[in-house]
């Protein structure tokens, strides 16, 4: 199982950490990864790590900004999301990859947890 916290509302500018622990199940060979969707929209890639945190992906849209981290004793996976924007407003899932490595698309996913919503107002 995967729960996501640390959603919330904030202004522009602001930041926010979101924590996804992992419980349940071994997930220490598992690559984690955090998505994103808005009401109408496909769930979109945010960031992504290897297991072993050697290996980092971002989106565009949030590179320089968000930083994606990975804390294998405690199984837990965090999101530093930082200079938020209006357009960062959405649903946030975390996500674990039985691949291991670091992976940009949904359907590589295994499990989700249930989201956390974040809120940036301007």
């Known amino acids: 199982q995967l729960q996501a916290s640390g959603g919330g509302l904030v202004q522009a500018g602001g930041s926010l950490r979101l924590s996804c622990t992992a419980s349940g199940r071994p997930f220490s060979n598992y690559g984690m990864g955090w998505f994103r969707q808005c009401p109408g929209k496909e769930r979109e890639f945010v960031a992504a790590?290897?297991?072993?945190?050697?290996?980092?992906y971002y989106a565009d849209s949030v590179k320089g900004r968000f930083t994606i981290s990975i804390e294998n004793a405690k199984n837990m996976v965090y999101l530093q999301m930082n200079s938020l924007k209006p357009e960062d407003t959405a649903v946030y899932y975390c996500?674990?990859?039985?691949?291991?490595?670091?992976?940009?698309?949904?359907?590589?996913?295994?499990?989700w947890g249930p989201g956390t919503q974040v809120t940036v107002s301007s």
């Open positions: 790590i290897s297991r072993s945190g050697a290996i980092i």
């Open positions: 996500a674990a990859s039985r691949l291991g490595r670091a992976t940009r698309t949904p359907i590589e996913q295994d499990y």
